[in-house]
T-cell receptor
Framework: RKEVEQDPGPFNVPEGATVAFNCTYSNSASQSFFWYRQDCRKEPKLLMSVYSSGNEDGRFTAQLNRASQYISLLIRDSKLSDSATYLCVVPNSGYSTLTFGKGTMLLVSP | NAGVTQTPKFQVLKTGQSMTLQCAQDMNHNSMYWYRQDPGMGLRLIYYSASEGTTDKGEVPNGYNVSRLNKREFSLRLESAAPSQTSVYFC???????????????FGEGSRLTVL
């Protein structure tokens, strides 16, 4: 298994829809997980952190399943402004740096 | 708030030419990183510097050199550019060396490099 793998995209959803992205990781010792957001031709920015079972921030919920080694990002009531690429990020096996997934593109249409 | 500043933002090189990408941060962060991003490949770590005076290789260091000039500045040098180095390069910084624990990486706006 690769260090981090994400659902292939793009995900095309209408405004108001609920969408979920999954990400699997290989380092079973990881204690921290992150979702970054990257707008087109912009730099990535930290969206959410997940340290235990999950984390919720408004319309965004990140969940962790340690047994299956995957994390998910749920976006409820999608907005046009949610259109972006979402990057799953986990510490590398040496816990010295962060490893980024290839990203999943979300396109929210009117 | 400048944050992380990269220069140049765009550059076109011919194969074999050399150049240096500059990165500076004004957040008093100890750790700095250079990533490259290619379509379908995601962000890949080239080199990082956990603190002033130290540098370590990342996933794809071949063809690159780095210098941690001081706490603020971390440069990336291409000695002999190749078309395979056409990419978007991102510099990032984090407080101390806690990025793996906190996920806090602050990125610059990126430098788009094309090697012909």
């Amino acid at each position: 298994r690769k260090e981090v793998e994400q659902d292939p995209g793009p995900f095309n959803v209408p405004e108001g829809a609920t969408v979920a992205f999954n990400c699997t990781y290989s380092n079973s010792a990881s204690q921290s997980f992150f979702w970054y957001r990257q707008d087109c031709r912009k730099e990535p920015k930290l969206l959410m952190s997940v340290y235990s079972s999950g984390n919720e921030d408004g319309r965004f919920t990140a969940q962790l399943n340690r047994a299956s080694q995957y994390i998910s990002l749920l976006i409820r009531d999608s907005k046009l402004s949610d259109s972006a690429t979402y990057l799953c990020v986990v510490p590398n096996s040496g816990y010295s740096t962060l490893t980024f997934g290839k990203g999943t593109m979300l396109l929210v249409s009117p | 708030n400048a944050g992380v500043t990269q220069t140049p933002k765009f550059q076109v090189l011919k194969t074999g030419q050399s150049m240096t990408l500059q990165c500076a941060q004004d957040m008093n962060h100890n750790s700095m990183y250079w990533y490259r991003q290619d379509p379908g490949m995601g962000l890949r770590l080239i080199y990082y510097s956990a603190s002033e005076g130290t540098t370590d290789k990342g996933e794809v260091p071949n063809g690159y050199n780095v210098s941690r000039l001081n706490k603020r500045e971390f440069s990336l040098r291409l000695e002999s550019a190749a078309p395979s180095q056409t990419s978007v390069y991102f510099c990032a910084s984090s407080p101390e060396d806690r990025a793996p624990n906190t996920g806090e990486l602050f990125f610059g706006e990126g430098s788009r490099l094309t090697v012909l």
